[in-house]
């Protein structure tokens, strides 16, 4: 529509200008007119009607036609050209008409055209977020992470991955409608391109869509590589509690956090109980009571630091 509304005004202009050239050129027939007027007038003016200025070549021919008497006082070569300026008059209507019919049928199509015609998707707006609550928007390459996105044209199926902006890397494309503006991916789904697997790391990212005519970008974005805190439960009353990544231990890392249970004596109800507090490297059993009687499913794993709390995530192993 904006292309159409752009070149409207230099259609109109080339017609217009059209238009100007046949009607100047025209001007010789009327003046054909006002010569044969001028010379009735002289020589029998009771014979033309009031105001007979006003005749175009079409009313002076024919009332000449019908007045044999105006049609003496009229030579056979202007009569020849009053009949030539009739017919230059119809030809230039005829291509006047024909003109400003085809401008307008034309103007009536591209209109038709542009208002039907496919238009191409066009993607805006990209943003990343994990899809864990706790990391408060952080992506953080241990949670899912949900891209959202605008969209203008027509739906269609588009096929978005993720890059790794220092390895070139990408994921797997997943294809969703271009209308669900969002999707998202799994840490299973973009794990093999992450380059930088140290505490406290992250990896550049961006978004790539693809739809059927065009490539779309993100802007980069910092994927923070999470910490897992784990507590396994290794004998019946000895727990481990470590900090780590991709399933391995980080070395030297010490961090405070505590493990919360229920249990009872005998004879006496149950009460919560806490393990842990400075965890250290090395020195990370944590032995329970023998006396006490543990319920199981109410283990909790709390994390204090030092790390940024929306990087860091908590897992319970055999309990």
């Not at 009460?271 to 944590?286: E, F, S």
Request: aromatic share 8%.
């Amino acid at each position: 529509m904006i292309q159409f509304l752009s070149a409207l005004p230099a259609v109109l202009g080339l017609t217009g200008f059209v238009v100007y050239y046949f009607l100047l050129r025209n001007r010789g027939g009327d003046r054909i007119t006002l010569d044969i007027i001028a010379k009735l007038r002289r020589e029998a003016p009771e014979r033309l009607p009031p105001h007979p200025e006003k005749l175009d070549p079409q009313a002076l021919t024919k009332l000449i036609e019908n007045d044999a008497a105006l049609r003496a006082k009229v030579s056979d070569q202007d009569f020849t050209l009053l009949r030539d300026a009739l017919r230059q008059q119809f030809v230039t209507s005829l291509v006047v008409y024909a003109i400003c019919a085809a401008v307008f049928v034309t103007g009536i199509g591209l209109y038709i055209y542009l208002a039907i015609r496919p238009k191409p998707v066009v993607i805006s707006s990209i943003s990343e977020e994990s899809v864990d609550p706790a990391a408060h928007g952080l992506p953080v390459d241990i949670d899912g992470l949900r891209v959202h996105w605008s969209q203008a044209g027509d739906p269609e199926d588009i096929r978005l991955s993720l890059e790794n902006m220092n390895t070139a890397g990408r994921t797997g494309a997943k294809t969703v409608r271009s209308t669900e503006a969002q999707a998202v991916f799994s840490p299973d789904d973009y794990h093999d391109i992450l380059s930088d697997r140290r505490h406290g790391g992250h990896n550049r990212l961006r978004v790539v869509f693809q739809t059927a005519s065009a490539e779309f970008v993100s802007p980069e974005f910092d994927m923070a590589v999470g910490t897992t805190i784990l507590a396994a439960r290794l004998e019946p009353l000895r727990v481990k509690i470590m900090g780590t990544i991709d399933n391995s231990a980080i070395y030297n890392y010490d961090f405070e956090a505590k493990l919360l249970l229920w249990a009872s004596r005998p004879g006496q109800p149950a009460a919560p109980v806490t393990y842990g507090g400075n965890i250290r490297y090395g020195h990370n059993d944590v032995l329970l009571s023998p006396d006490l009687h543990y319920r199981w499913d109410t283990a909790k794993l709390v994390y204090f630091g030092p790390d940024d709390l929306r990087t860091v995530r908590t897992q319970l192993l055999g309990f």
